[in-house]
C-alpha cells in the first residue's frame, strides 16, 4: 500500500475540529477523487498527506514512512522525494522560466532526467515556451507547466487541489486529460481533491468528505 | 464624506503599524541629520555674528600697516591732526595650556564698543577708573574667567557673557604688558563721524593702508567652505532618509489601491483622495519632522563641541560649544520634513492619481516598468556626464559640489541596471536549481529593494570617498609634519632680548638654531604672513615643495626669490616664475610652492635678511634648534631651568606633532560621525524595504517550501540573499567612493581650503567596510529571517489556498 491514512485528527487554531478520525488507503497507481463541500477539510486532508501540516491525532504513512514522527526537515525530504503537488492556483516560481521551473523539483529531488523533462515538455505542449516566463502564460498553461514540474521527479504519488478550477471547460479538460495520462503512463497514484462530480467519476474509485468525515 | 475617506485611510495605518512607524523613522532621520548639520552652521555663525556684533568687527574701515606693527607716534600723528581713531592690539595668549586671543582696545576712544557698552549698561558695571587705571580689569565669559582666576599675577577679571569665547577683552595699556608688546598697534579703527577739513591720509601716514569695512576677511567668510562641507554631507543623509520615506510610501500607496478603487467605485472623487492623501502626508510629515528635530537637536549639541574645538583651533573663529535652540531652525527644519517628504511621496501620489478606476489593484503594479526602468538608466548616465562636464568647464567649490552630487545620485539611479545585469550573469552560470532560484529570486526582488540598495551604495560610497580623503590626508599630513617640523626643540622667548641670549647661549651647545620670524602683511588675496628663513641644509632637504624652478633655495637665500604656500598659490595663480608683489617697491619671482596643510591664510618665505628689509623690527622671540633627539628632553630642561621659561615656551618636536595630530583628528571626528550614522540609516532602510516586501514574499517562498526546502533552510537562503545584494552593492561602491575621494581631494580641497592632497587607497579600511556592509545586512535580514523561520506552515499554507 502506498498510502495509509490512519484515523487521522486535525483541529483549527480555538479547537474547531477539521478532521475527525479520518481514514483512507491508496495503492500505487491508483486514483481516487476526495470531495466535499467548501471548509469540508479536503484541502487540510492533502495538506496532511503532502507533509505540509502536521496533525493533531491518528496516523499516515506514505509508501511506508510514517509522517507523524517526523520533523521540520523529515517532512521537508518526504515533499521532495515521495509527493508530487499540483495547486488550483499554480503557485509557479514567478522568477523562473517556463523551463527551470519544469525540472525545479525534480532537480531537488536530484532525480533530474533531462530526456525525461523534455518529452514532458512536448506533451504538455509546452517546447514553445520554455525561456518564458510564468506571468506571460495563460491559465491553461500555466496549469501545464505546474503538471510538468510534479511529474518530472516521476513520484509515487501526485496531490492535486483543484486542479482545473481557475480554468475554463475545454482548458479543464485538456488538463485533466494530460494529467491523467501521465498518472498512467509512470504508475504513479493520484490524490485529487474536487468540487466536480464529472471529474471525480474519472478517476478509479471516488471518496466524500463530510462534517470531518468519510462518507 | 471627507470624514469617512479620512476613517477609511487611517484604518490602513491600524493594520500596518510597522509601516507607519517605518515612515516616521525615516522622516524623523532625515530631517534630524539635517537638522544637526544645520543647528551647528546656524549656531556657528550665530557665534560669529555675536562676536562681531560685540567688537564692532566689519563695522569699520581700518587702517593697517602692511609690514606689521603699528608705531605709537604713528597713532598719535593721525590724532593730533583731528582723526578720530581707535588703537587695538590682538595677539594670542597661551594660559594653562589654552591659547586665547586677548584684545585690548583703547576703551577712551572707542566707546561704542558694543560688548563694553552692554557691561556698563548690566546691574554691577565696573568702575571706568578701574578700567583705565593700573592694573586694569581683564573681561572673559564665565568659563574663561574661571581659568584666569588660577593666575594671581593678571589683572582682576571682570565676568561677562557680552565677551565672545576664548578672548580677553581689556584696554590697551594691559595688552601691551599681557602680549609683551609695548607700543604696539595691531590696527586702527576708523570711527564715524570724522572732523571736517582733516588732512588727508595719504599725507600724514602714507604707510597705513585704509582697509573698507565690506572686505575685511571675516570668521565667517573663513569658515564658508568647512561648513559648506557640512551642509553637503548633511544633504547626503537628508537624501539617504528620503530613500526609505520613498520606499514606504510607494508600498502604502500599493496596498491602498484596493481600497482607493473601492471608494472611487463608491463615488469619491480623485481629486478629493489626492488631497486628503496630501494632507495626510503632510501631518506624518511634520510628527516625524517633530521627532527628527529632537534627534537633530541632541546630535548636534552632542558633535558641536568637537566642531567648536575645530574651528578655534583651524580659523579661530570664536564658536560657542553649546547649542541653543532657535525658532527659525526649528521651522527651516520641519519645513524640510514638508517638502522631503512630499517630494519622496510625489511619485507615488502622481501614479495614483492616474491610476484607472478599472484597473487590478495588486502590489505588483507598484513595480516600476521596464520602459520606465530605461528611463531613469538614462537619467543616470546625463546625470553623471552633466556632473563631470560640470567640474571640468567651471571653476567653483559649488560647481565641484555639483559634480559630485551629479556623479552620485546619476550612479545611485544606474545601479538597478548594473546588479540587474550581474545576477543575470550569475543566474546563467549557476548549476544547482536553488542557485539558479536564489539569484532569479534576487533579481525580481530588486524592484522592491532598489532604493534602499541606492542609499547603501550612496553611504557606502560616501563612506570610501570620504575616508579615503581623510586617511590620504592624514597620510600626507603625517609626511607633511615629518618634513615641516624638522628641528627637535622649539623655543618661545618672553621678548626679544631673552630671544638673543637664548640664541647665543644655545649656539656653541646644538647643531642649529634657526629662527622663526614673521610679519604680517596684506595681500590681493587676503592676509599674507612673511617668514625669514636662515641658510641651513634642514631646509634644503626637508621643506616640502610641491612645485619649484631650478636653484630655488639658493636663489631665495641670495635674496632673488620668494616661496609662497600652497593656498596662496592657488588663490593667487602665483607658480614658480610668476611674480608676487609684497608692497610698493617690493616685488619678488617665485622659486617654489610648498604645501601647508591647516593653514587657512597666505604664507611666503623669503632670507632674512630680506625679511629684515621689507619689515624691519619683526620679533625674534621663537626659534628651531637642532640636535641630537637623545638631547632634545634634556637641554628642553635646560632652557626651561636657565631662563626661567614656561613649559609650554619649550616644545619638543613630537609633543608639537601629536598636538597637531590631535588638532588634525578632531576636525574630522564630525565627518566621520555623520558618515556612520549615514550608514546607519541605510542599513534601516534595506531593514525597511525587507519588512514592507514581506507581504509579498509569502507567494514566492511558500511554493519552494512546498516542494521541500525547511523553513530554516528558507530563513538562511533570505539572509544569504540580502548579504549578497549588500556585497554586490558594495562592490559597485567602491569604484564610485574612489570617484568620489579623487573629487573632494582634487577637486573640493582645492576650492575649499586652497591646497591638493594625494591620493593614497586603503584596502584594509574597505575590507573593514566591506565586512561592516555584510554585518548590517545580516542584521537587517534577520528579523524577516526570524519571522520566516517561526512561521505557521498554516500561513504559508494559506497562499495555496483555493478561497483566498
Same mark, same amino acid.
Given at each position: ?215 | ?321 553649546? *547649542?541653543?535652540?532657535?525658532? =527659525?531652525?526649528? +521651522?527651516? $527644519? %520641519?519645513?524640510? &520634513? !514638508?517638502?522631503?517628504? @512630499? #517630494? /519622496? ?92 532560484? *536564489?539569484?532569479?529570486?534576487? =533579481?525580481?526582488? +530588486?524592484? $522592491? %529593494?532598489?532604493? &534602499? !540598495?541606492?542609499?547603501? @551604495? #550612496? /553611504? ?107 593656498? !596662496? ?236
Amino acid at each position: 500500500m502506498l498510502l495509509n491514512i490512519d484515523k487521522v485528527q486535525k483541529s483549527y487554531p480555538g479547537g474547531r475540529p477539521v478532521l475527525r478520525d479520518v481514514s483512507l488507503t491508496l495503492d500505487h497507481g491508483q486514483t481516487l477523487a476526495l470531495t466535499g463541500e467548501s471548509g469540508s477539510g479536503k484541502s487540510t486532508l492533502l495538506n496532511l498527506t503532502a507533509a505540509l501540516d502536521s496533525f493533531d491525532g491518528g496516523e499516515i504513512t506514505l509508501d511506508g514512512t510514517a509522517l507523524s514522527p517526523l520533523d521540520d526537515a523529515g517532512r521537508a525530504a518526504m515533499r521532495r522525494r515521495s509527493v508530487s503537488l499540483v495547486f488550483q492556483q499554480f503557485n509557479l516560481i514567478p522568477s523562473l522560466t517556463v523551463g527551470q521551473n519544469l525540472s525545479f523539483h525534480a532537480r531537488l529531488a536530484d532525480r533530474e532526467d533531462v530526456d525525461w523533462t523534455a518529452r514532458l515538455a512536448e506533451r504538455l505542449g509546452l517546447s514553445d515556451l520554455l525561456s518564458r516566463y510564468p506571468e506571460s502564460l495563460s491559465g491553461g498553461q500555466q496549469q501545464r507547466v505546474a503538471i510538468g514540474r510534479a511529474m518530472a521527479p516521476r513520484p509515487k504519488l501526485l496531490l492535486a487541489d483543484e486542479p482545473t478550477g481557475n480554468l475554463d471547460e475545454t482548458a479543464s479538460t485538456n488538463v485533466l486529460d494530460l494529467m491523467l495520462s501521465l498518472v498512467a503512463e509512470t504508475g504513479a497514484a493520484l490524490l485529487l481533491v474536487t468540487h466536480s462530480h464529472d471529474i471525480a467519476a474519472r478517476l478509479d474509485r471516488h471518496a466524500h468528505l463530510s462534517g470531518g468525515h468519510i462518507t | 464624506m471627507t470624514r469617512t475617506v479620512i476613517q477609511a485611510l487611517v484604518s490602513h495605518w491600524r493594520r500596518h503599524w510597522l509601516q507607519l512607524a517605518t515612515l516616521l523613522i525615516g522622516i524623523a532621520l532625515a530631517t534630524g541629520l539635517w537638522s544637526a548639520v544645520q543647528a551647528i552652521n546656524t549656531e556657528a555663525r550665530a557665534s560669529y555674528q555675536r562676536a562681531s556684533d560685540q567688537l564692532a568687527l566689519g563695522l569699520f574701515d581700518e587702517l593697517r600697516d602692511p609690514t606689521g606693527p603699528i608705531s605709537l607716534d604713528r597713532y598719535v600723528v593721525l590724532r593730533r591732526a583731528g582723526w578720530q581713531v581707535a588703537a587695538v592690539l590682538e595677539g594670542p595668549l597661551r594660559i594653562s595650556g589654552r591659547t586665547v586671543q586677548v584684545m585690548g582696545v583703547d576703551m577712551v576712544a572707542y566707546p561704542a564698543l558694543p560688548a563694553m557698552t552692554q557691561m556698563e549698561q548690566s546691574d554691577t558695571p565696573p568702575d571706568p577708573a578701574d578700567v583705565l587705571t593700573a592694573p586694569g580689569r581683564l573681561q572673559a565669559k564665565p568659563d574663561l574667567a574661571a581659568l584666569l582666576y588660577a593666575h594671581p599675577n593678571l589683572p582682576p577679571i571682570l565676568e561677562s557673557d557680552a565677551v565672545p569665547p576664548d578672548l580677553i577683552l581689556t584696554d590697551i595699556g594691559v595688552a601691551e604688558i599681557l602680549l609683551d608688546k609695548p607700543g604696539q598697534i595691531s590696527r586702527l579703527i576708523v570711527l564715524p563721524d570724522q572732523p571736517r577739513d582733516v588732512p588727508p591720509l595719504s599725507e600724514i601716514t602714507p604707510e597705513l593702508q585704509r582697509i573698507e569695512a565690506s572686505t575685511q576677511l571675516n570668521a565667517e567668510r573663513l569658515t564658508d567652505s568647512f561648513h559648506l562641507n557640512l551642509t553637503a554631507f548633511g544633504l547626503l543623509s537628508f537624501a539617504v532618509g528620503l530613500f526609505i520615506v520613498h520606499g514606504t510610501v510607494g508600498l502604502a500607496m500599493a496596498q491602498r489601491r484596493a481600497m482607493i478603487r473601492t471608494m472611487r467605485a463608491l463615488g469619491v472623487s480623485m481629486r478629493r483622495l489626492v488631497w486628503t492623501i496630501t494632507a495626510e502626508l503632510a501631518l506624518l510629515a511634520l510628527i516625524g519632522g517633530t521627532l527628527g528635530l529632537i534627534l537633530g537637536f541632541f546630535l548636534a549639541g552632542a558633535l558641536l563641541p568637537d566642531v567648536a574645538a575645530t574651528l578655534r583651533g583651524l580659523y579661530g573663529a570664536p564658536v560657542d560649544g553649546q *547649542i541653543n535652540l532657535q525658532p =527659525q531652525w526649528a +521651522l527651516a $527644519g %520641519l519645513a524640510m &520634513a !514638508l517638502a522631503g517628504t @512630499l #517630494l /519622496a511621496s510625489g511619485q507615488a501620489l502622481y501614479r495614483l492619481s492616474r491610476m484607472p478606476l478599472l484597473t487590478g489593484a495588486g502590489l505588483q503594479a507598484w513595480r516600476v516598468s521596464g520602459s520606465s526602468h530605461l528611463t531613469t538608466g538614462l537619467i543616470g548616465i546625463g546625470l553623471i556626464v552633466g556632473g563631470f562636464a560640470i567640474g571640468h568647464t567651471i571653476d567653483s567649490l559649488v560647481a565641484g559640489f555639483a559634480m559630485v552630487g551629479g556623479v552620485l545620485t546619476g550612479s545611485a539611479l544606474i545601479l538597478p541596471y548594473l546588479l540587474s545585469f550581474a545576477l543575470s550573469t550569475f543566474q546563467h552560470r549557476a548549476k544547482g536549481p536553488l542557485a539558479q532560484w *536564489i539569484w532569479a529570486d534576487m =533579481q525580481a526582488q +530588486l524592484p $522592491g %529593494l532598489s532604493l &534602499a !540598495l541606492m542609499a547603501l @551604495l #550612496l /553611504a557606502l560610497a560616501a563612506n570610501i570617498g570620504v575616508g579615503t580623503m581623510v586617511s590620504s590626508f592624514r597620510l600626507t599630513f603625517v609626511g607633511w609634519l615629518d618634513q615641516r617640523l624638522t628641528s627637535e626643540l622649539y623655543v618661545t622667548a618672553t621678548d626679544n632680548q631673552q630671544g638673543q641670549q637664548i640664541a647665543e647661549w644655545l649656539d656653541p651647545q646644538v647643531d642649529a638654531v634657526l629662527p622663526i620670524r614673521s610679519v604680517e602683511l596684506t595681500h590681493e588675496t587676503g592676509p599674507l604672513f612673511l617668514y625669514g628663513v636662515v641658510d641651513h641644509q634642514a631646509y634644503r632637504d626637508h621643506w616640502p615643495l610641491i612645485a619649484s624652478s631650478e636653484g630655488v633655495w639658493d636663489r631665495v637665500l641670495a635674496g632673488e626669490a620668494i616661496l609662497v604656500n600652497e593656498q !596662496l598659490a592657488r588663490r593667487g595663480n602665483l607658480w614658480p616664475g610668476d611674480e608676487v608683489t609684497l608692497r610698493e617697491g617690493d616685488t619678488l619671482t617665485i622659486s617654489g610652492v610648498y604645501s601647508d596643510y591647516g593653514n587657512p591664510t597666505g604664507q611666503a618665505i623669503v632670507s632674512m635678511p630680506q625679511l629684515d628689509r621689507i619689515a624691519p623690527g619683526a620679533d625674534t622671540r621663537r626659534f628651531g634648534i637642532r640636535l641630537s633627539p637623545a638631547a632634545a628632553t634634556e637641554m628642553a630642561q635646560a632652557l626651561r631651568d636657565r631662563f626661567g621659561l614656561p613649559r609650554q615656551a619649550v616644545v619638543q618636536q613630537a609633543a608639537m606633532k601629536a598636538q597637531s595630530l590631535t588638532i588634525f583628528d578632531k576636525t574630522f571626528v564630525v565627518t566621520s560621525a555623520l558618515n556612520v550614522l549615514t550608514l546607519g540609516v541605510a542599513g534601516f532602510a534595506i531593514l525597511t524595504s525587507l519588512l514592507t516586501l514581506w507581504t509579498q514574499r509569502l507567494p514566492q517562498i511558500a511554493p519552494v517550501w512546498a516542494l521541500g526546502l525547511t523553513r530554516a533552510q528558507l530563513a538562511r537562503l533570505e539572509m544569504l540573499r540580502s548579504v549578497l545584494l549588500a556585497a554586490l552593492t558594495a562592490v559597485l561602491a567602491l569604484p564610485l567612493g574612489l570617484v568620489l575621494a579623487w573629487a573632494l581631494l582634487a577637486v573640493i580641497n582645492v576650492q575649499a581650503f586652497g591646497w591638493r592632497l594625494p591620493m593614497f587607497l586603503f584596502p584594509m579600511d574597505w575590507a573593514y567596510l566591506f565586512l561592516l556592509t555584510l554585518l548590517a545586512a545580516l542584521v537587517a535580514a534577520a528579523l524577516p529571517a526570524l519571522r520566516l523561520l517561526r512561521l505557521p506552515p498554516a500561513d504559508l499554507l494559506r497562499v495555496f489556498a483555493n478561497e483566498r
